[in-house]
């Protein structure tokens, strides 16, 4: 249902649109090649078993805990300004 200057489907289309962009964000965030056996941050080694768990591993354990923190604090934010997204 839309109201105002919004066509039929904008909300959705917005939704959509999100999931889009964070769907992009994530497989931007994937690692690819092959694994580092130090660590890119801090030259701490990688151990072989974490090498062949995660293909493509740049980061140690502890420099990626520390990325994941520093990425969790990261909110989207919605750049169409939905009213519900400000309300948050």
Request: charged fraction near 30%; aromatic fraction near 4%.
């Amino acid at each position: 249902m839309a109201t105002g200057w919004a066509k039929e489907g904008a909300v959705q289309e917005q939704i959509d649109s999100t999931i889009e962009d964070a769907v992009q964000r994530a497989r931007s965030r994937l690692a690819q090649g092959e694994s580092l056996t130090h660590c890119e941050e801090c030259e701490a080694p990688i151990p072989e078993a974490r090498r062949k768990a995660v293909p493509g591993v740049r980061l140690c354990v502890q420099c990626q805990t520390e990325q994941d923190r520093q990425e969790a604090s990261f909110t989207g934010y919605n750049r169409r300004g939905s009213k519900d997204s400000q309300l948050r």
